[in-house]
């Protein structure tokens, strides 16, 4: 089982940034999509991007393109989400996720996922 760790998410004021990271076990990591997800109470589970494993190809979900930024540095094993202009919209718990396809025109694979970091933007 591949293992997933986040971290960096915390308490902070609109307007400010956090940068969450998302460590993995897989020695082959850089094979692999990366994706961050956020679920806020009373919500459905939300893509916020994702990321191809070489880094060459990244999508955003409408309610955060330009002020979010995935990344990843697959000599750490790491995929991190810059979070700039934090909104009290972004309050929820963020979730990191490997998508095990070795096709990327076919359905995700979300297969594994790590425990979740909780970000709380205050007015």
């Known amino acids: 089982q591949v293992q997933l760790v986040e971290s960096g998410g915390g308490l902070v004021q609109a307007g400010g940034s956090l940068r969450l990271s998302c460590a993995a076990s897989?020695?082959?990591?850089?094979?692999?999509?990366m994706g961050w997800f956020r679920q806020a109470p009373g919500k459905e589970r939300e893509l916020v991007a994702t990321?191809?494993?070489?880094?060459?190809?990244?999508y955003y979900a409408d309610s955060v393109m330009g002020r979010f930024t995935i990344s990843r540095d697959n000599a750490k094993n790491t995929v991190y989400l810059q979070m700039n202009n934090l909104k009290p919209d972004d309050t929820a718990v963020y979730y990191c996720?490997?998508?095990?396809?070795?096709?990327?025109?076919?359905?995700?694979?979300?297969?594994?996922w790590g425990q979740g970091t909780q970000v709380t933007v205050s007015s």
């Open positions: 996720a490997l998508d095990r396809r070795t096709l990327v025109w076919t359905a995700t694979q979300y297969a594994y």
């Open positions: 990321i191809r494993g070489s880094g060459s190809n990244t």
């Open positions: 897989t020695r082959t990591f850089s094979t692999y999509t």
